[in-house]
């Protein structure tokens, strides 16, 4: 059984950082992708940031380059999403998701498992 546990969210003050992790467990993820994406209120779910398991490629959406860096443990199969200077419009809950990588990181039809999702808070 595939899990992807997220933890470290919380409430923070704008133009603090924060650092989220994903465990993930279940099954081995070479020739996966692993993402980060997010959801907020009344809007659509959000990519964040892929790295490819093994070669650790990156991939993030214009809007996050220079605040965010996402990286991984193989050892530990843990994926990491570090952020910085953040703004309120960052609040959402963020998900973590794996899915083999078929050409297409930024969507979120790529990835067949998902986590349950931890809530970030920025308060101005």
């Known amino acids: 059984q595939v899990q992807l546990v997220e933890s470290g969210g919380g409430l923070v003050q704008a133009g603090d950082s924060l650092r989220l992790s994903c465990a993930a467990s279940?099954?081995?993820?070479?020739?996966?992708?692993m993402g980060w994406f997010r959801q907020a209120p009344g809007k659509e779910r959000e990519f964040v940031a892929a790295i490819t398991w093994i070669a650790g490629n990156t991939y993030y959406p214009d809007s996050m380059k220079g605040r965010i860096t996402i990286s991984r443990d193989n050892a530990k199969n843990t994926v990491y999403l570090q952020m910085h200077s953040l703004k309120p419009e960052d609040t959402a809950l963020y998900y973590c998701a794996a899915g083999l990588y078929t050409g297409r990181p930024y969507s979120s039809t790529m990835y067949n498992y998902w986590g349950q999702g931890t809530q970030v808070t920025v308060s101005s």
């Open positions: 279940g099954r081995t993820f070479s020739g996966h992708v």
